[in-house]
């Protein structure tokens, strides 16, 4: 089964058959994404891509044409066929860990797809965490509101440009709402992330210290996607680990202004 949908920036959302996903009991978590590769393709080598959504027999990911390989992707229609891994890597932690909220979700570009998920797992919950979902794009265009259809938490959208929303980064965004509350109920927030490596590494210098915890996603070139190729490392507190399995989802001050290194490769 394959569902093509083209969205409002020109992104797609490609809904693909796996008979082992299930909606109500996901066995996939928000924040691991699964290897994807048009069948057939001239490439060899899958592209990660975080999972949007989980269904009754199907899952789904958001794909934005910036190559040949996703190009493939999003010009597949309903028969053709997708080469794709089971669920991968290490996601953000589970609902009930997260607290009683605030939660903000904070969607850098196509980063916004796991906080999908992320929110309709929580309005599943019987007494889920307030939460918020901040999307920034560059411009109205990068804003795909499209992809959020369905979720029950409030939406608030951030530009650079002033186009759409709230005038600045999402990182701008989410500095405000949290003096907004306050520091006693800000340090009960957590943070989730997914994004460009500069805005995560923004956002985290501009409130990790004023929140209980902030969780960011790393975006990286995944090949193998399960630690043998060792083309995604990244230097963390406990030293240089392959993305694809011990993340893509950190805590942020494990990967983020590490003394003497750089933050990321």
Not at 145 to 153: E, H, Q, R, T
Not at 161 to 184: E, I, K, R, W, Y
Not at 185 to 208: D, E, N, Y
Request: net charge negative; charged share 20%.
């Amino acid at each position: 089964m394959i569902e093509n949908r083209r969205l409002s920036g020109g992104s797609h959302l490609l809904r693909v058959r796996d008979e082992h996903a299930r909606r109500d009991t996901p066995q996939s978590q928000p924040g691991q994404f699964a290897q994807l590769l048009a069948h057939p393709s001239q490439h060899l080598v899958r592209r990660p891509m975080s999972i949007h959504d989980e269904g009754d027999g199907w899952r789904s990911f958001m794909v934005k044409p910036v190559g040949p390989a996703t190009r493939e992707l999003v010009a597949l229609r309903a028969g053709d066929s997708v080469d794709m891994t089971p669920p991968l890597g290490k996601g953000f932690p589970a609902p009930g860990e997260l607290g009683e909220g605030p939660v903000f979700l904070v969607g850098g570009g196509f980063g916004v797809a796991p906080m999908h998920f992320m929110a309709r797992i929580l309005d599943g919950l019987p007494q889920a965490p307030e939460y918020r979902i901040l999307y920034g794009g560059r411009t109205r265009n990068d804003v795909e509101l499209d992809v959020l259809a369905g979720v029950n938490g409030e939406v608030l959208t951030s530009t650079d440009d002033g186009s759409l929303g709230f005038h600045g980064t999402c990182v701008d965004l989410c500095a405000t709402q949290l003096d907004a509350l306050g520091a006693a109920r800000a340090a009960r927030a957590v943070v989730l992330t997914c994004g460009p490596h500069a805005m995560m590494h923004a956002l985290h210098g501009a409130v990790a210290r004023r929140v209980h915890a902030l969780y960011a996603s790393l975006e990286e070139v995944m090949a193998c996607g399960v630690g043998v190729c060792m083309g995604c490392v990244a230097k963390t507190r406990d030293g240089w680990v392959p993305i694809c399995t011990h993340g893509p989802v950190f805590r942020s001050d494990t990967v983020f202004d590490l003394e003497g290194t750089a933050d990321h490769v």
